[in-house]
């Protein structure tokens, strides 16, 4: 576990945001999410000081896949970050969080006429289209509504980024994006053509949990190529270039992330001499975090069940959550660090595997994790929850989502509450036939 000011061990008790864990799990039960505010906008402004700093214009939008819920698009707002809104289902929570809709850049390989059409009816700032496809949906929506669209065109800049190969998405076999040559060009040729889109700039994404900046220096390149044959070919400069997100975080020992902060010096000394030596402006500059951002903010808290020794194979510690909560581990082999959180300071008994409830061996929080001896009633502490948990959550096995709270100076409040079973069966019908 990686401490902080507001995640650290006090008389082996787990404090996170001046609250004790433990009360907390009495307080609001397990399996339960909670989120460090003070962590999130520390990173928000690690992002944002930076661009200042840097004096690099465009600025960060908040990838609210990785964690969306009303209260977090407050925090995004109020941290002045715009938002990356990848459905129909977080544009309509940004909308009613009241987000400044011309801050949001609205993505997806395959977003839905009703998507558009929402798009275009909250007022989003840009698109980013993800195919030529898309592009005439676009503009047949556009010319129906009567609006024009500002957009960005998301190309594949063919980058094998070093992570999970299920969130690598610039591969050449990719379902994201377009190739430039061949597909790109047609849309480009075709936006630039259109009345009822406005072409801003490009897109890319390279991938998530990356820790080589080396790939994004690399994406910058590519990417600055591009612009150069979009200038050549159309005699447009393109002012916008959206470099996507992707920063890696610490999830357990031996992860290195780069600090945001770092991540945009580096990146913006890069974008201007790249562009500088192509003899293009500079663009502004976008980038996405998500998980950056929200990811070591969030700690789930659960209670130990079952424990069970297999002599000589394995120790299983069997909690109240699993994939249901988490399905990171059996999408990605996702690793992560745990602890008892009032022995937080005992040393690890030995290796075990933290099992969830549900029907499917492959239900793992991880494998060979130290941890505490664990007894049935612990709580155990699993870090680095907040991106991509809570927002990737299902009800297999019919099992409720938990709450998330969060935390701040002591003071804790849910942000999204707990599902109750009738929550389960609210939109439950029986066909009349089988009454
Ligand atoms: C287009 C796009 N932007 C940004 C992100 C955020 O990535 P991360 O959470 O790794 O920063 C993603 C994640 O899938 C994405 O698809």
């Known amino acids: 576990m990686r401490t902080r000011d507001t995640l650290f061990v006090q ?13 907390l799990a009495r307080r609001y039960g397990t399996p339960l999410y ?8 520390r990173m928000c402004r690690s992002f944002t000081e ?7 214009a465009g600025g960060v939008i908040f990838a609210s896949k990785a964690f969306s819920c009303l209260a977090m698009y407050h925090i995004v707002a109020g941290e002045g970050l715009g938002a990356d809104l990848g459905s129909g289902g977080e544009l309509y929570t940004a909308h009613k969080a009241g987000f400044p809709m011309e801050k949001v850049f609205f993505h997806g390989s395959n977003k839905t006429p009703a998507e558009l059409r929402m798009a275009l009816d909250f007022g989003v700032g840009h698109i980013v289209v ?16 009567n609006k024009r669209a500002h957009i960005l065109l998301r190309m594949n800049p063919g980058i094998e980024a070093e992570t999970h190969a299920y969130i690598r998405t610039a591969s050449t076999d990719s379902k994201f994006g377009m190739a430039f040559d061949g597909e790109g060009m047609e849309a480009l040729r075709l ?16 991938g998530s949990q990356i820790f080589d900046m080396e790939a994004f220096l690399r994406a910058t390149e590519i990417m600055s190529d591009m612009f150069v044959r979009v200038r050549e070919t159309f005699g447009l400069s393109l002012g916008i270039l959206d470099l996507g997100g992707g920063f890696g975080i610490r999830y357990v020992d031996g992860d290195c992330p780069t600090e945001p902060s770092e991540c945009v010096r580096v990146i913006g000394a890069h974008l201007r001499k790249v562009f500088a030596a192509r003899g293009l402006s500079t663009p502004a500059l976008i980038l996405e975090p998500g998980r950056s951002i929200v990811g070591e903010a969030g700690v789930t808290l659960y209670t ?25 581990y059996a999408l990605y082999k996702a690793r992560y660090e745990t602890v008892v959180v009032d022995r937080a300071d005992e040393k690890p008994a030995g290796p075990i595997t933290l099992a969830g ?50 935390v701040r100076g002591g003071e804790s409040a849910v942000m999204v509450e707990r599902e109750s079973f009738d929550d389960l069966c609210a939109r439950d019908r029986i066909p009349e036939w089988l009454k």
């Open 11 to 23: 008389d082996g008790r787990l404090k996170i945001g001046g609250c004790d864990a433990g009360e």
């Open 357 to 406: 409830k549900c029907c499917e061996s492959g239900d793992l929080i991880g494998v060979d994790m130290p941890l505490q001896e664990a007894r049935r009633g612990d709580v155990v502490a699993v870090f680095s929850t907040g991106a991509y948990n809570y927002s990737m959550a299902s009800n297999y096995n019919r099992n409720p989502r938990p709450a998330v709270v969060l």
């Open 191 to 206: 936006a630039i053509r259109e009345e009822s889109v406005v072409l801003d700039g490009l897109h890319c994404h390279i």
């Open 34 to 41: 909670v989120m460090d505010e003070a962590y999130i906008r």
């Open 50 to 56: 930076a661009f200042k700093q840097e004096s690099l």
């Open 304 to 328: 130990v069940g079952v424990v069970k020794d297999i002599p000589g194979v394995r120790r299983y510690v069997s909690i109240d959550g699993g994939m249901g909560d988490n399905p990171r």
């Open 130 to 145: 993800d195919s030529l496809s898309e592009l005439q949906l676009l503009c047949a929506i556009c010319a129906e509504m």
